[in-house]
């Protein structure tokens, strides 16, 4: 059995791989199923950094039970011997249609913290979106990526010094696109972290950009290393920003030759309003469940976008994915691509680097063969009639 030769596709070869694994007693050093994942990650996180991360029992569910109201329905006898999984998104071409989501303060969660979380991506050359909320400043986890692909997430701060520094290290560093997130001009009433009477900033914790930027350290009357309390409190001051307008795009337009895709946005004519301002793309995405309470889950906004937007930019759809079934149904449902968000957390909390390689080796396994089960040889020939709601 062992002189047999590597499968082929992502699928039959993790498959072979575990069940070889098997043979030998050993099993997944982490739960398959995402829901247990969940389970065992929080067993193993702080109090405080579980509630973090979870954000607002009723939207998460909003999510999850938008994706339930879909089911995919199979096709047959169509010759799915060959596959090709990859994408095309702004001249790049990537080997999946996932992205890991920018997520911020990775370190309360694991001590290899982004650096791990990047390394595991680049490792299958998936694209790794930086939070400005990095808890490790961008520059490092680039390193750490070698060539894989990067993005990165702006948080629009009040201080228009800070913003433009941080896009041109985000260039610099080589990321390949700026992703805006518009739903946090302010933090969310959140339960868990007013229970819990949480906030990492305030422990200095999140905010290694922001300490390592230029345009940061010259608001300061004393470096952070001197003064660290100082610097939480200028953070804490510029961090978030409720005047911006549609307007002010413009400003960023100007700063970057890179696309720039909004994140959070849920109305169609939103969307609209986002290619007029000249953006390049969007992500639909209620923050994960984390900013509002109630607000529409990002997969039922997801179709009423696809139709304003009429592929004149591409969409990507971020909240809410746990598994292989849920990329094909955002992708019949007009995404181009999604976000991978808490799952790899939940992975790097249990493991580091290597519980997100081991999550990600199992993602793309089932991807490729759902594809494949599903009827479809690559996800251009993905579309509505793939599924049906229920």
């Not at 249990?350 to 199992?362: D, P, Y």
Request: aromatic share 8%; with cysteine; hydrophobic share 45%.
């Amino acid at each position: 059995m062992s002189s047999l030769p590597p499968p082929s596709s992502y699928g039959l070869q993790r498959q072979f791989q575990v069940y070889m694994a098997g043979l030998q007693g050993q099993r997944p050093s982490l739960p398959v199923d995402p829901e247990a994942l969940e389970q065992a990650a929080n067993r193993a996180m702080t109090p405080e950094a579980s509630g973090y991360l979870n954000g607002m029992a009723d939207s998460m569910r909003a999510n999850l039970a938008a994706f339930q109201r879909w089911r995919i329905v199979p096709r047959m006898l169509r010759n799915v011997a060959e596959r090709d999984l990859s994408i095309q998104l702004f001249n790049k071409r990537y080997p999946v249609p996932i992205l890991l989501a920018p997520i911020g303060v990775q370190s309360i969660v694991h001590t290899e913290a982004e650096t791990g979380a990047a390394r595991a991506a680049a490792s299958v050359g998936l694209p790794f979106i930086f939070s400005t909320a990095s808890s490790t400043p961008l520059e490092q986890v680039a390193q750490a990526m070698g060539d894989a692909p990067r993005w990165f997430q702006l948080y629009w701060s009040k201080d228009p010094e800070f913003n433009q520094s941080i896009v041109q290290r985000a260039e610099r560093a080589g990321c390949e696109a700026i992703v805006v997130t518009l739903d946090t001009y302010l933090l969310a009433w959140r339960p868990s972290d007013i229970q819990n009477a949480y906030l990492p900033f305030i422990l200095g914790q999140g905010i290694g950009n922001y300490l390592s930027d230029p345009a940061f350290r010259k608001g300061l009357s004393q470096p952070p290393e001197v003064n660290p309390q100082e610097a939480i409190q200028r953070f804490l001051a510029i961090f978030t920003n409720p005047s911006l307008t549609w307007q002010d795009l413009a400003t960023l337009r100007q700063q970057t030759r890179l696309p720039i895709l909004l994140k959070g946005i849920l109305h169609p004519d939103d969307a609209r309003k986002a290619i007029d301002a000249g953006m390049d793309g969007m992500i639909v995405s209620n923050h994960g469940g984390r900013q509002v309470e109630g607000a529409i889950a990002s997969l039922d906004a997801l179709p009423a976008i696809s139709e304003a937007v009429r592929g004149e930019v591409p969409i990507l759809l971020d909240s809410g994915i746990r598994r292989a079934s849920d990329v094909l149904k955002a992708i019949a449902l007009g995404a181009q691509a999604v976000l991978l968000g808490r799952p790899y957390m939940w992975a790097l909390a249990l493991n580091g680097e290597q519980g997100v390689r081991e999550l990600l080796a199992n993602l793309l396994a089932d991807l490729d063969l759902t594809l494949a089960l599903s009827g479809y040889t690559s996800f251009a020939e993905v579309d509505t009639k793939a599924v049906v709601r229920m």
